[in-house]
């Protein structure tokens, strides 16, 4: 584990150097552009102050850009992360140590902004010449492999991966050969041979076993040799469920299996979607909304009487009945709550139609975001009517509440936004927004949006 951790100091120094850089240059153009807002003497104490500050940042949560396993998103996610600690340290700091001192608000929050871009760009680059000194035989993980099923079969194809960094030595089992010839190629004998052939190679790093459940106590075996020889030790659980869909997890010491991975289940996950959301619609309803809604509201009074907003009670975040908002797209009805709108609704009037072929008539729902209520990215609501059809007749259709409900979302994106005629509509609609809980990140939240966006523009098929 030497070299991960000179590659997290070595992380550490490049951020505090681009920081420095990034800081005097970004002050030197500022005080070109606006030579009375920052002075020299401010700007040392707050390259001081932000430098400490980042350094309690990334102790708190460490660069992951070095982890074999780090995926862009992640990269992504921990970088914003750090920063926004990192402002609020610096700006709290600033605050208490020197309150008569002048805060140059806007240079410093605009420079963070500027500061979290590069080092994203940093951090990825950082990635890609590790995965390119990994692919080229460098910085190696060297590991051994005993057990011939499944889930061995495919740890070894996941770690062949040459970018990832392993180097795999050998692998050992009992019992009849592997139809997998590439898998046979590493075979160096039975379990009775490992122990002498590992003590004649001192360059085993990790070591991965899986025993069937009636050879379970030669896992302690194994166990305590490598503890006794600087092995790293992986016992690989013998349950097909991980297969499956589910994910382990624990409860104090104990060994648990969950029934599917949730991102959203930590807390920092949701601070940060939870952060966006907020950041996201009180931007929108501030800036763009107030002219957006003079607009409708004169459209809908000229088309249709009655009101502008329409509100109608969904399914939310764990079965919850919330107050959804929308721009009322159709004349008053009694239908509203029980049947969806079609591609040639009488109900609707000809600008509610133009609204939601465009998906204008949902932006009242930045309000339910704000709120708490909705997501900006989720399963979208359904009315209760649908909720409890559907969860009757479609299995794991109640799964999609587990995550708040959102103005868009993968499935919406996916080609499942509209009416759905048929029961496979819908089945498709759950599949992808259980996709979407189970595989949630940051960087995806950005990309259904921009999808959403693109859509908007290039108009759906099944808008209406």
Known sequence: MGKDKFLQSFVLIADLVLLTLSFSG????????????????????????????????????????????????????RVIITNILSTLFTTIMTI???????FPRLFFFSYMIVFTGLLI?????????????RTNKRNLRHVVLVGNNYAIHELFD???????????????????????????????GGYNELFTWLKERSEVHEL?????????????????????????????????VFNSGFAPDQRGKTLVVARRQEPLTYPWNRMLKRGFDILFSATFLITIYPWIYLWVAYKIKRQSPGP???NQERTGLDGKVFKCKKFRSMHVNDDADKVQATANDPRKFPFGDFMRRTNIDELPQFINVLKGEMSVVGPRPHMLKHTEEYS???????????????????????????????????EGRVKKDIEYIE?????????????TIRNMIRGEENAY
């Open 26 to 77: 970004y002050f030197l153009l500022f005080e070109t552009l606006d030579p009375y807002t920052t002075e020299p003497v401010y700007a040392k104490r707050m390259l001081v102050t932000l430098i400490v500050a980042f350094f309690i940042s990334f102790l708190l949560f460490p660069s992951i850009t070095q982890n074999r396993f780090s995926t862009p998103g992640k990269v992504i996610q």
């Open 96 to 102: 208490t140590m020197r309150p008569d001192d002048y």
């Open 121 to 133: 760009v940093e951090r990825l680059f950082i990635r890609a010449f590790l995965k390119h000194m």
């Open 158 to 188: 996941y770690l062949s991966q040459p970018w990832y960094g392993y180097n795999i030595l050998g692998i050992f089992y009992d019992g009849e050969k592997s139809d997998d010839e590439k898998f046979e190629e590493y075979h160096k």
């Open 208 to 240: 991965y076993a899986y025993f069937p459940y009636e050879e379970q106590s030669k896992t302690n075996i194994l166990a305590k040799f490598c503890d006794n020889n600087l092995i790293r030790f992986y016992f690989v659980p013998s349950l097909n």
């Open 308 to 310: 502008i907003y329409f």
């Open 392 to 426: 009757q007749i479609i299995n794991r259709f109640m799964v999609r509440h587990l995550a708040k409900p959102g103005i868009t979302g993968l499935a919406q994106v996916s080609g499942f936004r509209g009416e759905t005629k048929y029961i496979r509509q819908m």
């Open 439 to 451: 595989n949630w990140s940051f960087m995806l939240d950005i990309q259904i949006i921009w999808w």
